[in-house]
Every structure is written in structure tokens, then in C-alpha cells.
Nanobody, 123 residues
């Protein structure tokens, strides 16, 4: 088991920023491709971003491209989702997920999931 834990969710005003973190302490995430997903009430889960394990290349959904950036710090055993220019429609529970592969595919069957962190964008 890989104990994924998300953190960093909060209430933020439109236009604001948040940085979500995904860790699996005490394990590292070096060899895992990491996906970020979100689910808003009454909506299907949406794949937001997908970060390769082998390099820094990532997929972004059209809805977040140019505003969200995913990155990893292997020394800190953490993957981050930097979210800028937040909109009310970004409100959702955000999940990170991991799969042991080099290249990330947002439609892959991720093996491990966190419990989620709430992001609320509202004035």
C-alpha cells in the first residue's frame, strides 16, 4: 500500500492561488506517475493533471491548462499542484493518485488514491 495524503485545500477568493501537496510518507514517489483529479458535487470525477515519473512532462486538462502546474520534489517525497487564477468552477475535492509507470496517462487505472482535500473558490 502507498499511503497517499493530500493537503493544502482551503477557501480562497476568485483569482487567488493555492498549492496542493501529495505525499506518501515514509515512501517516496520517485517511480510513480502521479495524477491529480477533482470531483465537484453532482459531477463526475475529472482528470486535472498527470505527471510522468521519468521526466517533468505533464498532461493538463483544457479547463486548467495555463493556470495549474504540477511538479515534484523527490527530496521532499512530495508532488505539488500549483493552482493560480482560481475560479469558482474549480471548487471540488482534489485527489492525487499514483501508478508505478514511467509515463502518465490520465485514463490509466491508478493503483493508489488519497482521501482528498477540499478546495473552495468563493467570494
Amino acid at each position: 500500500q502507498l499511503p497517499l495524503v493530500e493537503s493544502g485545500g482551503d477557501l480562497v477568493q476568485p483569482g487567488g492561488s493555492l498549492r496542493l501537496s501529495c505525499t506518501a510518507s515514509p515512501y517516496g514517489l520517485d517511480y510513480y506517475a502521479i495524477g491529480w483529479f477533482r470531483q465537484a458535487p453532482g459531477k463526475e470525477r475529472e482528470g486535472v493533471s498527470c505527471l510522468n515519473s521519468v521526466n517533468d512532462s505533464a498532461y493538463y486538462a483544457d479547463s486548467v491548462r495555463g493556470r495549474f502546474t504540477v511538479s515534484r520534489d523527490n527530496a521532499k517525497k512530495t508532488v505539488y499542484l500549483q493552482m493560480n487564477s482560481l475560479k469558482p468552477e474549480d471548487t471540488a475535492v482534489y485527489y492525487c493518485a499514483a501508478i508505478l509507470r514511467r509515463l502518465c496517462r490520465i485514463d490509466a487505472e491508478f493503483h493508489y488514491w488519497g482521501q482528498g482535500t477540499q478546495v473552495t473558490v468563493s467570494s
